[in-house]
């Protein structure tokens, strides 16, 4: 029933910035937790960034201090803001809800950082 669509990755020098859009199809604060996830190949899927319902935020300590995860309830989308962008930071991105206790994925969106 809840369906995610994704947007905003794309081939960007190390260093740079993108930002990641995950808009649902509903109101994203039935959502207990909303996440990204990516995945580099031949690498284990990583979970990036969690935000609560409540607006709490996680990283993992590879991107703290330069990951920003957000939500706009007025827009039904979070977002992944990404600066200092570097190399390993190359993989697909995931958005996931969850939602009494059931797993609500976006498509992925390719993020790839090089010279």
């Known amino acids: 029933q809840v369906q995610l669509v994704e947007s905003g990755g794309g081939l960007v020098q190390p260093g740079g910035s993108l930002r990641l859009s995950c808009a649902a199809s509903g109101s994203i604060f039935s959502a207990s937790v909303m996440e990204w996830y990516r995945q580099a190949p031949g690498k284990q899927r990583e979970l990036v960034a969690s935000?609560?319902?409540?607006?709490?935020?996680n990283y993992a300590d590879s991107v703290k201090g330069r990951f920003t995860i957000s939500r706009d309830g007025a827009k039904n989308t979070m977002y992944l803001q990404m600066n200092s962008l570097k190399p390993e930071d190359t993989a697909v991105y995931h958005c996931?809800?969850?939602?009494?206790?059931?797993?609500?994925w976006g498509q992925g969106t390719q993020v790839t950082v090089s010279s």
């Open positions: 996931n809800l969850l939602i009494m206790g059931n797993n609500y």
């Open positions: 935000i609560t319902s409540g607006g709490s935020t």
